[in-house]
């Protein structure tokens, strides 16, 4: 087991001087503000949500992550879904140890990685027995350290979330440089993916999303989708959602989940796949620069500074 007061030690004490710290120094431009820079090749780390459940988050960031190992990305996938885990499911990989042995501190992180399809790389979680069920603060410290240990092995971390905008789905989504969020057509899908954003917003200061629509009936329904889903994020939340792309309705994704075999490698011509491939590659070659909001490490890293030691863990 590792010595988890020294970890947080060091995280206290480097707390101190984030700006030396993790994938972004931040410098003074012109106006006087702060801006970080990226100085590391540190990897690009999603976090996809959407708030409901059932419309895609797993199989999108299954799918996606193998379109990534595809396009030649060293990728990691992270079932952030304690309880629920679905993705050594959907991938057919055996895991003898889980996330949760790591947060309990019998494992480390890098001997919990199993490999899937094709060498996609897996961290599962338990299902069924959660041992942990909210992530106390010395365990969001602790995880982060063992995450910031393996970040030089990729290129890119897709991390799975549950439903709902738990303080766990808050968390993750504060580790990440980008948040994905999937929605589907259905007033109930949008309506979660409003409320994920305002509270992503207000909670982590997020001011920026990126959308996939999935189980759309065509193109132009994602895109009216993602029309009105940006202009009320624009209005009423100040918060900038761009638009990844979507995924159609596709009775081969449902068989592809019956036959524990990510759809991209099962039906690879299928509409579904097409549509997943190419937001893929809209991600990798023509989106933006990832959302500087600075790296996980320093995210909480400040958050620790700010708190009492005698507080911490509980
Ligand atoms: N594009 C799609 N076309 C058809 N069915 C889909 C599609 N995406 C997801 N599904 C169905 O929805 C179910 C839930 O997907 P899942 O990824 O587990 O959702 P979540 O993780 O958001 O709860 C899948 O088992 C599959 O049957
Ligand atoms: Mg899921």
Redesign the pocket.
Known sequence: MFDQASTLRRLMEEARIPQSTGAFAHVHNQNGFASPVKTSAAPRVFTVT?G???????????NLGLCFVREGMRTLLIDG?FGLA?LDV?LNVRAESTLEDVLVGERELKDVIVTGPEGLRLIPASSGMPRVNELGQMQKLVLLDQIESIQDDFDVVLI?T??GVSKNVQYWAASASEVLL?A?PEPTSLADAYATMKVLAQANNETSFKLIV??AKSEEEALRVFERLSSVANEYLQVKLDYAGS????????NS?RERTPYVQRYPFSP?SR?IRGIAREMLFNSSTPHPKGTMQFFWKRLVAGQNIETMGR
């Open positions: 959407g409901k459940g059932g419309v895609g988050k797993t199989l999108t960031t299954a879904d679905n959907l799975d549950p439903a999937v589907t999935n189980m995924v159609p309705f596709c009775d081969s994704v449902r989940v579904a549509g």
